[in-house]
């Protein structure tokens, strides 16, 4: 596992969950703020507004707020679920502080038809977003069976977006309760945007 540098600047660390999500400990989100944390970075893991029925403008305003309590030499943002799509959104509206962003990793964004199923998240689909040009170095990390995804999240969003993919087996939508607490995988790329995310099998 990638161990921080002594004496290295720490990186700085927001952490977006998706929807119906409470931050609960078992979650690889919540392992991964206390892990960072223990190597002494910077990291920012907020309760979003009412999660089970989130308004996107609601919570862009807080993703901006968030992205300004950034410091350090690099800022990372992890998005799951719908903040991943979260993403796409603040990307196509040029947020204001998306520029200070080093790096992301999209884990798991929902598809549009899915997120259009649901009234408490169809406003979150990203129909009609120009996407062509994402402001920070992106990865983009799913399931082969996520239910929440059913048409591919490389077919959606990897191919289309040119966005580098790995696409692990039988990692559902990569929450609880498809196993995933701790991530070790994902704990090393933050520290090495080169590495390559695993499953956690």
């Not at 929450?175 to 695993?198: I, Q």
Request: aromatic share 8%; hydrophobic share 40%.
């Amino acid at each position: 596992m990638t161990k921080d540098t002594p004496g290295e600047t720490r990186r700085s660390f927001l952490i977006l969950h998706g929807w119906q999500n409470r931050r609960p400990a078992g979650h690889w989100q919540h392992w991964l703020a206390g892990r960072l944390a223990e190597r002494g970075q910077h990291v920012v893991y907020p309760q979003l507004p009412d999660p089970d029925t989130p308004d996107p403008e609601v919570w862009l305003t807080e993703f901006a707020r968030h992205l300004g309590e950034l410091d350090g030499t690099e800022r990372v943002v992890l998005a799951h679920s719908a903040s991943a799509v979260l993403w796409l959104h603040a990307a196509a509206r040029a947020l204001p502080g998306l520029d200070t962003v080093d790096r992301v990793l999209l884990v798991a964004p929902p598809s549009p038809a899915v997120l259009a199923g649901h009234p408490e998240i169809a406003a979150f689909t990203p129909a009609g977003l120009d996407l062509r040009t994402l402001p920070a170095p992106t990865r983009l990390v799913a399931g082969d069976n996520d239910p929440y995804c059913p048409e591919g999240a490389d077919t959606l969003y990897g191919t289309p977006l040119s966005l580098p993919t790995e696409i692990l087996p039988g990692a559902g939508h990569l929450d609880l309760n498809a196993g995933y607490g701790p991530w070790p995988s994902v704990l090393d790329w933050c520290f090495d945007g080169s590495a390559r995310v695993t499953g956690t099998g």
